[in-house]
Nanobody, 113 residues
Framework: VQLQASGGGLVQAGGSLRLSCAAS????????MGWYRQAPGNTRELVAG??????TYADSVKGRFTASRDNAKNTVYLQMNSLRPEDTAVYYC?????????WGKGTQVTVSS
């Protein structure tokens, strides 16, 4: 099983990025999905979580980030708009069920002021 996150990079404040998380070995539509981030010195935090068709967002990203999925491509996405320097972190995707928990390796997002 592999979750491959991509799409990170360096962007100026106010810019946008779209992260992708492609899965192999599992069918993502069978799992609840989460996007997490971890900044240096901080604990990993949930940015967006999707379960049973409902997505919840951290207060800090509401209205700016949107999680989605393409079941045909077995891929989930995180569209990030109006990025801020405090969004700088390594972003991870997670697929979980009652019995399984899978993590991608993460992709670096750096927002310059």
């Amino acid at each position: 099983v592999q979750l491959q996150a991509s799409g990170g990079g360096l962007v100026q404040a106010g810019g946008s990025l779209r992260l992708s998380c492609a899965a192999s070995g599992i069918i993502l539509s069978f799992y609840s999905m989460g996007w997490y981030r971890q900044a240096p010195g901080n604990t990993r935090e949930l940015v967006a979580g999707t379960s049973s068709g409902t997505t919840t967002y951290a207060d800090s990203v509401k209205g700016r980030f949107t999680a989605s999925r393409d079941n045909a491509k077995n891929t989930v996405y995180l569209q990030m708009n109006s990025l801020r320097p405090e969004d700088t972190a390594v972003y991870y995707c997670n697929a979980h069920s009652a019995f399984r928990d899978y993590w991608g390796k993460g992709t670096q997002v750096t927002v310059s002021s």
